[in-house]
T-cell receptor, first 112, second 113 residues
């Protein structure tokens, strides 16, 4: 079955700098890749997603890139702000399947 | 409210007891999912409903776990003879249709003493 690996597990960046989180997946049939932000005591919040027919998607300071050949996708956050501090999860979903397979999460710390 | 609602937010019970966790999805969402999240890990899939039927229950760990969605809206996750290893945050998500983005509630934090 699908396996998703995520790194780094912790990322500390200076406020205003960019942050990049990377994920790899194993199932070539995966075609949907969401990213979630989870704050302490809250449920995961969808921040951006990408489907396999697109290589890049951007929404203000957040962007996601997908490399189907290498089976990896990345989250890019520019001009980081203190409120970006949270745990970020990547996930993948295979065609014909409806469950999300999740990475282990990245704790993003924005230093003032 | 506009989002997925889960109750209770916290549940503490003794080993061996029975528990029910409730999920109220976003109005009009036909698909509903249950996940379990242990500390420091990503969520793990438990079960997916399309309408009233469980379309995929492959993630339920054993027969102590059961879930229902009798009217295609609210869902209840039921755990019998709870064990300490069942302690986790149980998350519910819903989507408009099965291939649409999943939106999560804040979860129920279950602690088995």
């Amino acid at each position: 079955g699908e396996n998703v690996e995520q790194h780094p597990s912790t990322l500390s960046v200076q406020e205003g700098d960019s942050a990049v989180i990377k994920c790899t997946y194993s199932d070539s049939a995966s075609n949907y890749f969401p990213w979630y932000k989870q704050e302490l005591g809250k449920g995961p919040q969808l921040i951006i997603d990408i489907r396999s027919n697109v290589g890049e998607k951007k929404d203000q300071r957040i962007a996601v890139t997908l490399n189907k050949t290498a089976k990896h996708f990345s989250l890019h956050i520019t001009e980081t702000q203190p409120e970006d501090s949270a745990v970020y999860f990547c996930a993948a979903r295979s065609s014909g399947n409806y469950q999300l397979i999740w990475g282990a999460g990245t704790k993003l710390i924005i230093k003032p | 409210g506009a989002g997925v609602s889960q109750t209770p937010s916290n549940k503490v019970t003794e080993k061996g007891k029975y528990v029910e966790l409730r999920c109220d999805p976003i109005s009009g969402h036909t698909a509903l999912y249950w996940y379990r999240q242990s500390l420091g890990q990503g969520p793990e899939f438990l079960i997916y409903f399309q309408g009233t039927g469980a379309a995929d229950d492959s993630g339920l760990p054993n027969d102590r776990f059961f879930a229902v969605r009798p009217e295609g809206s609210v869902s209840t996750l039921k755990i019998q003879r709870t064990e300490r290893g069942d302690s986790a945050v149980y998350l519910c998500a819903s989507s408009l249709e099965a291939n649409q983005p999943q939106h999560f509630g804040d979860g129920t934090r279950l602690s088995i003493l």
